[in-house]
């Protein structure tokens, strides 16, 4: 016989050797860890407290508001067309220049409108002199109808005066009567006198509306002569040019578009469900990618009445300051909506069950509402081997995803038991979980 152990004895050995701290490690792990530390080896027994992971009370909102995509756009876009035909002359401005509202940006062609100017402006000077003209016949009518007033007046002096020489005897009665007859035909002379004042004064009327005709026509050319220089309506940036010079432009072709910076909108479309929750007048953020590390306050502006028939959303149009400037036109803008309600105190719903409260079974789904207005909340004081836990009552709000608003009875930065691995009453010590807060 040999003096060795065999082959097979031999491994087995070893491998008992190698394997046994792994083996006594064993206790490790079916140990609960209290304070991030294994009890020490001293201890007498097992830990009965319950071992509890702690929270820390926080306010939020139980749902992130949802984000929307659109491009930034000129608050106002302004398109300068021509209000007359003619040859576009010169433009004054490029694309991306700064406009200032009545500052000239394009001219056209005149030569022609000068030209039907001068033209009105001499026929408005003959008919001016045929004005004076028919106000001299006027004169002339006046002076004949005084004279004719003298002559009548001598002819009843003559008349009168024959009247009684014929009764005296002193001329015939033939005499008398032919002094009666010329003071009648004085008489007449005199009407027609004024009546040809009546019509010189009709002429001069009908010369003088001719003249306020004419005077028409030349502000009218003199107006359309004006609409060759095209001026900037606002204040803003050039955003393109329509046309060049050289090109012959007709009435109501576009010259320039120009865009009014001074503050941008928004175009975005959010679903139907949502829209309930927005008013103009509320406030909104918005992120833009051309400026990752900025977001910028904006306010909604109109709420279109009608929604899109194929996707069932509605168009919202939300602007945003820009005094300096800024911000250009379509860069890529994202959209979030501040809430209306101001962010609560949030737990989690295993926390209620910790308390004791079963919670709501369909806490998962969106805004449901709690099944108890109330519920116990088990918040925890001291540290180490001294903490303990004590019931609070606390008012439930609505629930979502899992969490569940406390209205009252918890307080931003308390702790509280979030998950326990035992029952839980008031006054009971603790072992804190080491992924406690």
Request: hydrophobic share 40%.
């Amino acid at each position: 016989m040999h003096s060795y152990y065999p082959s097979a004895w031999v491994a087995t050995i070893i491998s008992v050797f190698l394997l046994s701290p792994y083996l006594s490690g064993c206790n490790v792990f079916s140990q609960t860890k209290t304070e991030g530390k294994p009890e020490s080896p001293g201890a007498k027994g097992k830990d009965t407290k319950p071992a509890v992971e702690v929270a820390i009370a926080k306010t939020g909102l139980l749902q992130e508001p949802l984000e929307y995509t659109g491009k930034t756009e000129p608050v106002k876009e302004v398109s300068l067309r021509a209000q007359i035909e003619g040859r576009l002359l010169k433009l004054n401005v490029d694309i991306g220049d700064a406009v200032k509202q009545g500052q000239i940006l394009a001219q056209l062609d005149d030569t022609l409108l000068v030209t039907a100017v001068i033209e009105e402006k001499a026929k408005l000077a003959a008919l001016e002199s045929e004005v004076a003209q028919a106000k001299a016949q006027v004169g002339n009518a006046e002076a004949k109808a005084e004279q004719a007033r003298l002559e009548l007046a001598q002819a009843k002096v003559d008349a009168g005066r024959m009247e009684s020489l014929w009764k005296g005897g002193a001329v015939s009665k033939q005499q008398a009567e032919l002094a009666k007859t010329a003071a009648a035909t004085a008489q007449q002379n005199l009407a027609a006198t004024i009546k040809q004042i009546s019509t010189e004064e009709e002429r001069v009327v009908a010369a003088q509306k001719r003249v306020n005709a004419q005077k028409a026509v030349i502000a009218r050319n003199q107006e359309r002569q004006s609409y060759t220089l095209l001026a900037s309506p606002i204040n803003g940036v050039v955003l393109a040019r329509v046309t060049q010079p050289g090109n012959l432009i007709s009435p109501g072709s576009e010259v320039l578009k120009l865009g009014d910076f001074s503050s941008v909108k928004v175009l975005v479309e959010v679903s139907e469900l949502e829209i309930s929750k927005l008013q103009i007048g509320q406030s909104a953020t918005v992120r833009l990618d051309a400026f990752a590390n900025n977001s910028f306050p904006g306010q909604i502006a109109r709420i279109s009445p009608a929604a899109n028939s194929q996707a069932l959303k509605v168009p919202i149009e939300i602007t945003i300051p820009n005094s300096n400037s800024r911000i250009g036109s379509g860069l890529l803008a994202r959209v979030s909506f501040t809430s209306p309600t101001p962010p609560q105190v949030l737990i989690p719903e295993t926390a209620l069950a910790a308390g004791g409260e079963e919670g709501n079974k369909g806490g998962g789904e969106k805004g449901s509402n709690s099944q108890s207005k109330s519920g116990t909340v088990f918040v925890v004081t001291g540290k180490g081997s001294e903490a303990k836990v004590t019931a609070r009552l606390v008012q439930l709000g609505e629930r979502n995803n899992n969490k569940v608003e406390i209205r009252s009875g918890l307080q931003p930065g308390e702790k509280f038991v979030a998950r326990t691995s035992g029952a839980l009453k008031d006054g009971d010590s603790v072992r804190l979980s080491i992924i406690s807060d």
